[in-house]
């Protein structure tokens, strides 16, 4: 696809991989295959290839209207078209730069301004959060608290850091706990680096990225400390978190100090999944209830490549996970996707509900904060993070 990049962003970073990402397209459709919301609503500005050309317009220097960011905001960033375009265009880094130049074009209504920095300034900050929590508990909204349980002291031979999270720190501890129960049970030791807090996704997708760029820059501090000091491995168990973390590169790209800092921290980042299948444990108890349905987020199939992993994984500590059709579609969290777009979130948790408890499962098994308090809302079977399952066992 041809595209001649305008103004300003045309001698920017951001403007070379947008130039570069158009170049390889080919507008052929393919990626409209597998979009979640171009499957609800069959109307080409909700698939890849429409956004790409609204994407194009808006670089190009054409006006841009509430139209182009309607159906960008649409867009559930999950990836998933990548998976089937032959060209292998990176959409979400020509979605992240578009998102950006639209928002600095169109003027957001107020209450989509004010929700938005409501959304940005309270789901961040784990002490507005926990009584959020607790409220939604309440009313049946969130999913009932679980014990942390002990975190095992003493050494180990190797050492990693741990992301403790915004949200999930005060929503669901108990996901860290299992984690530093399960590496430890291999000899690992997971300490949350002082320093490091929220990874900055939300302010990045919700029009505020110079608040994002300074989060992860106090992130790549605490972090390459921790690696210098010792630290093998970053490892993050959300995969939300994750995605946005190996994007830091693009985010950065302007800042020379960060880039190469930022490349190193995302060379040493981890899933769970991946050490544990390094390291595997020994299941010292048959699973209570093997009968499993595993949910892969979007932002662990499609960015890591790690479709499977935990399925794999569970499946050797005893479990019978059931198969899930169409495991590639979104489940409709997204981030603060839920909150801004629930109808569209609501239809896709309901399509994806039904292809996890197909095979009467006992739990539902999940790799995301976000998509662990989406299912979980109206789910007629529990919802839990796949490392509890671990844990179980072990």
């Given at each position: 696809m041809r595209a001649q990049i305008a103004g300003s962003l045309a001698k920017t970073a951001a403007g070379a991989t947008a130039q570069a990402v158009l170049s390889a397209c080919v507008h052929c459709g393919m990626c409209n295959a597998t979009c979640p919301t171009y499957a609800l609503t069959?109307?080409?500005?909700d698939g890849p290839r429409g956004r790409i050309y609204l994407i194009k317009e808006a670089m190009e220097g054409n006006r841009v209207t509430r139209h182009t960011q309607k159906h960008l905001d649409r867009c559930l960033a999950c990836r998933a078209c990548e998976t089937t375009c032959p060209s292998g265009v990176q959409y979400h880094r020509l979605f992240d730069v578009g998102?950006?130049?639209?928002a600095?074009?169109?003027q957001r209504r107020w209450w989509d301004r004010l929700r938005r920095w409501v959304i940005r300034n309270t789901v961040t900050r784990p002490a507005f959060v926990a009584p959020l929590i607790v409220a939604a508990r309440l009313f049946g909204m969130a999913p009932a608290r679980v014990v942390v349980g002990n975190r095992p002291s003493g050494t180990r031979t190797r050492r990693m850091t741990?992301?403790?999270g915004c949200v999930q720190s005060a929503a669901a501890a108990h996901f860290n706990a299992a984690t530093v129960r399960v590496l430890a049970s291999v000899d690992i030791k997971l300490i949350e680096t002082p320093g490091v807090g929220c990874c900055g996704a939300l302010h990045a997708h919700?029009?505020?990225?110079?608040t994002a760029r300074r989060l992860a820059r106090r992130n790549i501090d605490a972090w390459i400390a921790a690696l210098e000091g010792g630290d093998e491995a970053v490892i993050v168990n959300a995969s939300g978190c994750a995605a946005f973390i190996r994007d830091y590169p693009d985010l950065l790209a302007e800042e020379i100090d960060y880039t190469a800092?930022?490349?190193?921290?995302v060379e040493h980042l981890r899933d769970p999944s991946e050490i544990i299948r390094q390291n595997p444990p020994t299941a010292m108890r048959t699973p209570q209830h093997r009968r499993i349905a595993v949910h892969d987020p979007c932002t662990l199939r499609n960015g890591p490549g790690l479709a499977g992993a935990v399925e794999n994984l569970l499946t050797n500590l005893g479990y019978a996970p059931q198969?899930?059709?169409n495991p590639h579609m979104c489940c409709g969290s997204a981030g603060a996707y839920s909150l801004l777009q629930p109808d569209l979130a609501g239809r896709l948790r309901a399509e994806k509900l039904a292809a996890l408890t197909a095979g009467a499962p006992t739990a539902i098994y999940t790799a995301n904060i976000g998509c662990w308090l989406h299912l979980a809302q109206t789910s007629s079977v529990p919802v839990r993070h796949w490392i509890e399952a671990v844990?179980?066992?072990i």
């Open positions: 069959g109307d080409e500005a998102r950006t130049v639209v600095q074009n169109v741990l992301l403790k919700l029009d505020d990225p110079a800092k930022a490349r190193r921290v198969p899930v059709a844990d179980d066992v």
